[in-house]
């Protein structure tokens, strides 16, 4: 069975960075496209980035554009998010995701995806 396991969230102050990981075991990590998604009290899921099977192509949601970056080494079945200038609002439960995919290509798309991590908190002080 796929398994995806987040770590790396925590508390820090505005303005302050972190990364995150996600390892994946069970699959041919290089087969999949890979998202992070962020779910904050009171709000459905959203999405954050995305990075194809290569690693070649990107997509961010507006909201984090310029601030955040998906990275991926498939030698280490590791897909990254490093996250800068944080903000308070950025507050939210990360989940990483995984679909196995036959082209190069990203999703947006909560729906698409196969495979979900048990999510790492994220905390953002003024």
């Known amino acids: 069975q796929v398994r995806l396991v987040e770590s790396g969230g925590g508390m820090v102050q505005a303005g302050g960075s972190l990364r995150l990981s996600c390892a994946v075991s069970?699959?041919?990590?290089?087969?999949?496209?890979m998202g992070w998604f962020r779910q904050a009290p009171g709000k459905e899921r959203a999405f954050v980035g995305a990075?194809?099977?290569?690693?070649?192509?990107?997509r961010y949601a507006d909201s984090v554009k310029g601030r955040f970056t998906i990275s991926r080494d498939n030698a280490k079945n590791t897909v990254y998010l490093e996250m800068n200038s944080l903000k308070p609002e950025d507050t939210a439960v990360y989940y990483c995701?995984?679909?196995?995919?036959?082209?190069?290509?990203?999703?947006?798309?909560?729906?698409?995806?196969?495979?979900w991590g048990q999510g790492t908190q994220v905390t953002v002080s003024s």
């Open positions: 069970g699959g041919t990590f290089s087969w999949y496209a």
């Open positions: 990075v194809t099977r290569s690693g070649g192509g990107t």
């Open positions: 995701a995984a679909v196995r995919g036959i082209s190069d290509y990203y999703y947006t798309e909560g729906n698409r995806y196969d495979y």
